[in-house]
Nanobody
Framework: QMQLAESGGGLVETGGSLTLSCATSGPMFNTYTIAWFRQAPGKEREFVAGRCWSGDNVVYTDYEDSVKGRFTISRDGPQSTVYLQMLSLNAEDTALYYC???????????????????WGQGTQVTVSS
């Protein structure tokens, strides 16, 4: 089964940047979706960004409104590490960030955590003011 492992979190000042990595391993689907979610203390887990690939092609991408224009999801190539580049960070971005994966694609369910079968352990991002 798909295995995911996040890295790249840390402490950064307001306005700074970080790039998170989600290393993928195990059997991969030709068409699959990887999404980033985050959970701040006392809050529910929320969708951040997601992208579906089919072979070499990007099928669909979406971002949560508060990160549009600041965060970018990408990957090196098929069945490889997925990245979340985060720019202009602010205190509201402080959270535990998770990557999640599933085979196939459903644009209407991209932001639904319940649709993802595979999860990493999370990486902490802390933005200081």
């Amino acid at each position: 089964q798909m295995q995911l492992a996040e890295s790249g979190g840390g402490l950064v000042e307001t306005g700074g940047s970080l790039t998170l990595s989600c290393a993928t391993s195990g059997p991969m689907f030709n068409t699959y979706t990887i999404a980033w979610f985050r959970q701040a203390p006392g809050k529910e887990r929320e969708f951040v960004a997601g992208r579906c690939w089919s072979g070499d092609n990007v099928v669909y991408t979406d971002y949560e409104d508060s990160v549009k224009g600041r965060f970018t999801i990408s990957r090196d190539g098929p069945q490889s590490t997925v990245y979340l580049q985060m720019l202009s960070l602010n205190a509201e971005d402080t959270a535990l960030y998770y990557c999640a994966g599933r085979g196939g694609f459903d644009s209407s369910q991209l932001s639904a955590a319940s649709q993802y079968n595979f999860w990493g352990q999370g990486t902490q991002v802390t933005v200081s003011s």
